[in-house]
């Protein structure tokens, strides 16, 4: 009797200790999916403070092994896109933004950066397309109305140019300052739509 009952003592104690390690593997492993699902987020945010400080570069470098690993990472493949403006890489640019507006077609901003990206191109007709989604939605967009601009004046539509600067919003420092403005004044840019001799 005293035999059986070490023997089942002896069978509790593995049972415990088998539970124990299982709880212990389960944790383990969650903490590396934790880890590991963190590295990119992290990656992401470090990728911002580049761009904000102008190191394209880095930001690209930062970004493009996120994107391959998560390419549904929509938040990832639009800071690549501006990191690729940056870089004066508008085709990769433009790539970037299309991927993550097809996973994601409610996002504004990357919507208008392909835009952007599509105006650097010499794409105005496809820029518009875009521009005309976010003014639908948000018609007083300053950088929106802007981008329409330059697009009707790659489109040699001097007087819609004109009337798209002229109906702009008050431009703000939250855009006027960010990394990889576009160049040239709203007032330059309507005076070359009302002359366009003047176009250099």
């Not at 690993?69 to 004066?88: C, D, R, S, V």
């Not at 300052?177 to 004044?185: A, D, E, L, R």
């Amino acid at each position: 009797m005293k035999k059986y009952r070490t023997l089942a003592l002896r069978a509790s104690r593995g049972a415990r200790m088998a539970a124990g390690l299982s709880v212990l593997l389960w944790l383990l492993a969650a903490a590396a999916l934790a880890a590991e699902l963190k590295e990119p987020q992290i990656a992401v945010e470090k990728a911002k403070l580049a761009l904000s400080a102008q190191h394209y570069q880095e930001a690209a470098d930062l970004l493009k092994p996120v994107v391959a690993a998560q390419p549904e990472n929509t938040e990832a493949l639009h800071y690549l896109g501006l990191a690729q403006i940056g870089l004066k890489d508008y085709k990769g640019a433009d790539k970037s933004l299309a991927q993550a507006l097809a996973k994601n077609p409610n996002l504004l901003s990357a919507r208008l950066d392909r835009a952007w990206a599509l105006l650097e191109l010499k794409k105005p007709d496809e820029a518009l397309t875009e521009l005309e989604t976010v003014l639908a939605k948000e018609p007083d967009l300053p950088r929106a109305v802007y981008f329409k601009g330059h697009a009707l004046l790659l489109k040699k539509d001097y007087a819609g140019a004109a009337a798209a600067f002229d109906r702009r919003p008050a431009w703000t420092p939250s855009w006027r300052n960010q990394p990889c403005f576009m160049p040239g004044s709203a007032a330059t840019s309507r005076a070359r739509a009302t002359r366009p001799g003047s176009r250099s």
